[in-house]
């Protein structure tokens, strides 16, 4: 598991950690990205449907924007890798914790920051 130091040099190209790192943030936006793209046809197919109930239309919309959302955060992550800022919180601008990125890779908030919002 990466420590706050191996986060502070996870910019460095070439680095074994910045490979890694990129990596999952890659994985992740193409993970979202097929969700999407799965979802897509299956709302507008749903949302054409005149026998569909309106609760189902909700569901199916509400799916697709966070879809949307998830393949917009995802790419958010990786500029934010690629031009360095990625691991600081975008609102305090301290680094977030390596448990935190382990375990939500997108994340732009500090623990602190985020149960604060």
Avoid at 56 to 71: G, M, S
Avoid at 84 to 89: Q, V
Avoid at 99 to 113: F, G, M
Wanted: hydrophobic fraction near 35%; charge should be negative.
């Amino acid at each position: 598991m990466p420590t706050d130091t191996d986060l502070e040099i996870s910019h460095a190209p070439g680095q074994p950690i910045a490979t890694e790192v990129e990596g999952r943030l890659i994985e992740e936006l193409q993970r979202a990205s097929a969700q999407l793209d799965q979802l897509e046809p299956e709302v507008a197919k749903m949302l054409s449907n005149d026998d569909a109930i309106q609760e189902d239309r909700d569901a199916a919309r509400t799916a697709l924007e966070r879809a949307r959302k998830n393949v917009d955060t995802a790419h958010q992550a990786l500029d934010r890798f690629r031009t360095g800022s990625y691991g600081l919180c975008s609102k305090c601008s301290l680094p977030i914790g390596a448990e935190r990125l382990a375990a939500i890779p997108d994340t732009d908030l500090c623990v602190s920051c985020r149960a604060n919002c």
